[in-house]
């Protein structure tokens, strides 16, 4: 599984993308890949230091967040503990999102 510049995978993208497309994609990718890659493509972060369950809970991908635990549940767990740049864990970064995503619907 292999990255961009900032250090996005296909996982992170499609993690960042809510949409069934990208996540018929997600799914693709976890079923094909080997748990190996997928454990490392599970705790990967980019250059902001995002994991792509920091992605999936910023942009509220329930789907993304699901695929990604399936089989994981530990790891999973682990993950959720990873700290990005600004300090937030995934959890955190939902609540981000939530606020980001309120704040533009109100000002548009």
Not at 25 to 35: F, G
Not at 51 to 76: I, M, Q, S, V
Not at 83 to 100: A, E, K, Y
Request: aromatic share 8%; charged share 25%.
């Amino acid at each position: 599984i292999t990255s961009s510049m900032s250090g996005d995978s296909c996982i992170h993208l499609c993690c960042q993308r809510n949409s069934e497309k990208h996540n018929e994609l997600l799914r693709y990718l976890i079923n094909s890949s080997t748990d190996e890659d997928i454990k490392k493509a599970i705790i990967s972060s980019t250059a902001f230091g995002c994991t792509p369950l920091h992605d999936a809970a910023y942009c509220g991908n329930w789907k993304a967040l699901k695929f990604l635990r399936e089989g994981r549940e530990e790891l999973f767990l682990k993950s959720l503990e990873s700290i990005d740049n600004d300090g937030l864990t995934p959890i955190l970064s939902l609540c981000r999102g939530i606020v980001t995503y309120k704040a533009k619907k109100f000002n548009s």
